[in-house]
């Protein structure tokens, strides 16, 4: 009886230390620490017919990311609920709106890269790895019990350039060609939190990897056109 008792209280103690174990590795464990924001471009139908091929065709990139919080989005006029209680956010905001998050706004990262030629695909996709400072960490795992919800805001400004070579008859000339320029700002919102309509909170997105992809498109005029969308 007294070994039946002895491992009972043995088990017991095993059981308990397990528990504290698990509840201190789930205390420190960081709700995010790092983040990827990726950059693509896509040809439609083919990299050639929208000039990717041209040898001096190139991409550059500035961006900036921020890190502010949902509510002070819509007190600036950046975002708005709708009625299912989502962040609706307009895509060109006034300047004076931009300069408001900044100035309000925690700045995680900056950069900038140019790629080229893109007949490389490697050249066409940059990921890059963002790790969060303790401050921002901190400001994460802090969101899980309050109703703060962190929002992240990719300010982006590109330019790309492409020439394309193609056959048409003008007089006695059977090729032509069409350079395409085309320059672009812009800003991408990511909050941390997605929220039900009646406004409880119900999981966490997915904001370890996002960013910016354009799609480049050759019409059958000829000209090229640009859809930009988020990852």
Request: charged share 30%.
């Amino acid at each position: 009886m007294k070994k039946l008792t002895s491992f009972f209280f043995v088990g017991s103690i095993w059981i308990i230390l397990l528990v504290q174990f698990s509840s201190a590795k789930d205390a420190t464990e960081n709700l995010l620490e790092k983040v990827e924001v990726k950059f693509s471009l896509f040809s439609d139908p083919t990299p050639e017919s929208v000039g990717f091929d041209y040898r001096k065709s190139y991409w550059k990139v500035e961006y900036q990311l921020y890190l502010t919080d949902s509510l002070t989005l819509e007190k600036i006029g950046r975002c708005e609920r709708n009625d299912n209680y989502k962040l609706d956010c307009i895509l060109n905001p006034p300047q004076k709106v931009d300069e408001e998050i900044k100035k309000s706004s925690i700045r995680i990262a900056k950069g900038k890269f140019k790629k080229k030629p893109l007949s490389s695909e490697s050249n066409r996709e940059v990921t890059i790895p963002i790790k969060l400072s303790a401050e921002v960490v901190d400001i994460f795992n802090k969101a899980r019990t309050y109703d703060n919800n962190p929002t992240f805001v990719l300010f982006v400004k590109g330019k790309t350039f492409t020439k394309v070579v193609y056959e048409a008859k003008f007089g006695n000339e059977y090729s032509n060609s069409y350079r395409f320029k085309n320059n672009y700002s812009t800003s991408i919102v990511r909050p941390l939190k997605f929220y039900n309509k009646d406004k409880t909170f119900r999981d966490y997105w997915n904001v370890k990897t996002f960013g910016l992809s354009h799609t480049i498109s050759r019409a059958e005029d000829c000209t090229i056109r640009v859809y930009p969308s988020n990852f």
